[in-house]
């Protein structure tokens, strides 16, 4: 029976797996981006006119960016603790006979809800960045 349970919690340990890639490629993004912050907010001072405009500008796109990846973060720890007690559960249900199936069921849909709207926050955080980066249209050549 035991057998039959680790089977049954496979699919979440994969899942969780893929929570943690994604977690490292978002925590990655973050260090990248905060870098990025320290290094304008210290060249704050030091402009004036337009170039003080689009540091600004720039600043607070990687206000909202931060605000996003670090949401998104939060959300995949939470589906991450979501498999986490999905699996605790299913072992719980085998050793002492207790239906817990629903239960189960519903923290691993809380848990793909998590990671799906944690999905759509790094969605948005990467329009954000791509928005950012356009290239004038003056440096493109017809």
């Not at 907010?41 to 605000?67: C, F, N, P, S, Y």
Request: charged fraction near 20%.
């Amino acid at each position: 029976m035991i057998a039959h349970t680790i089977q049954l919690a496979l699919a979440p340990v994969f899942v969780l797996v893929a929570i943690g890639n994604i977690l490292n490629l978002m925590s990655t993004r973050l260090g990248r981006v905060v870098d990025r912050a320290r290094f304008l907010q210290g060249r704050h001072g030091e402009t004036e006119g337009m170039e003080h405009d689009q540091l600004v500008a720039e600043i607070r796109a990687i206000d909202k960016r931060i605000g996003l990846t670090t949401t998104a973060i939060r959300l995949l720890v939470l589906s991450g603790l979501s498999i986490g007690v999905t699996v605790a559960i299913l072992f719980l249900e085998e050793m002492d006979s207790v239906p817990l199936e629903r239960v189960a069921a519903a923290f691993f849909l809380l848990a793909i809800g998590l990671l799906m709207a944690a999905l759509v926050l790094f969605l948005r955080e990467t329009q954000v960045a791509a928005q950012m980066l356009r290239i004038p249209k003056e440096f493109l050549e017809s």
